[in-house]
């Protein structure tokens, strides 16, 4: 179902809209906070918070990386987190 939620991919000179856009798509799936770094990762020897936040980030680092281009791809190559990949997307094309 996740997958179906596509928009236009970031290609640098729409990053605007593309970000308007997947930042409705992330609220659907109450994933902003993930995306915006206001959910910490907790301890993984919290078990069941931590796999809460973990399951919530994959699908929030998946839903990026269907929707940014090839040309893209290293701006979040090392990214560990969704966080990650949002504020160094956002350093790219917002500097």
């Not at 770094?37 to 973990?54: F, H, I, S």
């Not at 980030?57 to 998946?62: G, H, S």
Request: one cysteine or more.
């Amino acid at each position: 179902v996740v997958s179906t939620y596509r928009v236009d991919v970031l290609k640098g000179e729409n990053w605007l809209a593309w970000k308007t856009r997947m930042d409705c798509i992330l609220h659907l799936f109450d994933l902003s906070e993930y995306v915006e770094g206001q959910v910490q990762k907790p301890d993984p020897e919290n078990t069941n918070a931590y796999e809460t936040w973990r399951r919530h980030d994959n699908i929030a680092r998946f839903l990026i990386l269907i929707n940014i281009s090839d040309e893209e791809m290293p701006h979040i190559y090392e990214s560990s987190t969704a966080a990650d990949m949002w504020r160094n997307l956002s350093a790219v094309h917002e500097a």
